[in-house]
């Protein structure tokens, strides 16, 4: 009930594609998905967020869209560059609840 | 504004040494979170602090300890190291549940 299932493992999309990354869950108590970008060598930083009371989010060429009743959110970068190549994590947590529960992360390659 | 900082960088230990990793934020947060990440795995927790003086054991918390003394500095010790803890550790702090985590930049660690 804790876990946070991501797919797929590892992207390749062409400059200017639509990479996309999805993610499901099973606890109906999450609240807060957030999607952290990591590049080589470096911590894991926030992207983006969403809770539960909207459908979708966009920050610039970054959109969650969530799903509450499949449970399922997802990941769309449009316009994908080179620079967006990084591996993605997302991740839930719960009101009251200390943790947040990550996915196993995609690693996206996007090709000049 | 120094954010998460973790020391060492990089270490390498031979099979049964001990060693500490530190981690220090300069932003007040009450929670910290130490996790290690290995390839395929995602961001598995270790143990956290939900303020000074607390401690508690996540996900993977065999082999290691934690003491959090102050409120700005999380403290993780291996006592005897085994190559299973081969791994990247990174450190995490958040303001309040649900919300973003800062992250570290990460402690590269080889048990030989």
């Known amino acids: 009930q804790q876990q946070v299932k991501q797919s797929p493992q590892s992207l390749i999309v062409q400059k200017g594609g639509i990479s996309i990354i999805n993610c499901a869950y099973e606890n109906t108590a999450f609240d807060y998905f957030p999607w952290y970008q990591q590049f080589p060598g470096k911590g894991p930083a926030l992207l983006i967020a969403?809770?539960?009371?909207?459908s979708e989010k966009k920050e610039g060429r970054f959109t969650i869209s969530f799903n509450k009743s499949a449970k399922q959110f997802s990941l769309h970068i449009m316009d994908s560059q080179p620079g967006d190549s990084a591996t993605y994590f997302c991740?839930?947590?719960?009101?009251?609840?200390?943790?947040?529960?990550f996915g196993a992360g995609t690693r996206l390659f996007v090709k000049a | 504004n120094a954010g998460v900082t973790q020391t060492p960088k990089f270490r390498v230990l031979k099979t049964g040494q001990s060693m500490t990793l530190l981690c220090a934020q300069d932003?007040?947060?009450?929670?910290m979170y130490w996790y290690r990440q290995d390839p395929g795995m995602g961001l598995r927790l270790i143990h956290y602090?939900?303020?000074?003086?607390?401690?508690a054991k996540g996900e993977v918390p065999d082999g290691y300890n934690v003491s959090r003394l102050k409120k700005q500095n999380f403290l993780l010790g291996l006592e005897s190291a085994a190559p299973s803890q081969t791994s990247v550790y990174f450190c995490?702090?958040?303001?309040?549940?649900?919300?973003?985590?800062?992250f570290g930049q990460g402690t590269r660690l080889t048990v030989v």
């Open positions: 602090s939900v303020g000074e003086g607390t401690t």
């Open positions: 969403i809770r539960p009371d909207v």
């Open positions: 995490a702090s958040k303001e309040r549940v649900n919300t973003e985590a800062f």
């Open positions: 991740a839930a947590s719960k009101g009251g609840g200390f943790k947040t529960i």
């Open positions: 932003m007040n947060h009450e929670y």
